[in-house]
């Protein structure tokens, strides 16, 4: 019998609320969420700001598990669930990615 896998598989969409959001914050608060000293240059809250940096997001995501639901997040197309979050006003531009 093969070894289970926790990683989600390919063809499921992953939701950024529900999948990858609850990682970041629990590697990456207080710094990159509402609040936090890099929230202005690289909200976490906002599927964009993930999309952007991509793999670079896994300096402090150690986990493989993790770091393979954010890259079949990464993999999917845009859509629904990378709507802008309400909450927060700061916003990741391709010009600043500093502050990892």
Known sequence: MPPLSTAPPLE???SFESGVRP????RCRPC???GGT???KLPFDRPETVRLLG?????????E??????????AQPA?????????????A???????L
Do not use: N
Not at 65 to 74: G, T, V
Not at 79 to 91: E, I, K, L, M, V
Not at 93 to 99: E, F, I, P, V
């Open 38 to 40: 890099l929230y202005a």
């Open 79 to 91: 859509g629904p669930s990378d709507a802008p979050s309400p909450a927060g006003s700061g916003a």
């Open 32 to 34: 990159h969420f509402p």
């Open 55 to 63: 793999e670079r997001l896994f300096t402090r995501i150690q986990k």
């Open 93 to 99: 531009t391709r010009g600043d990615r500093g502050g």
């Open 12 to 14: 499921a969409s992953i």
């Open 65 to 74: 598990e993790e770091r393979a639901l954010i890259r079949a997040f990464l």
């Open 23 to 26: 990682i970041l914050e629990s």
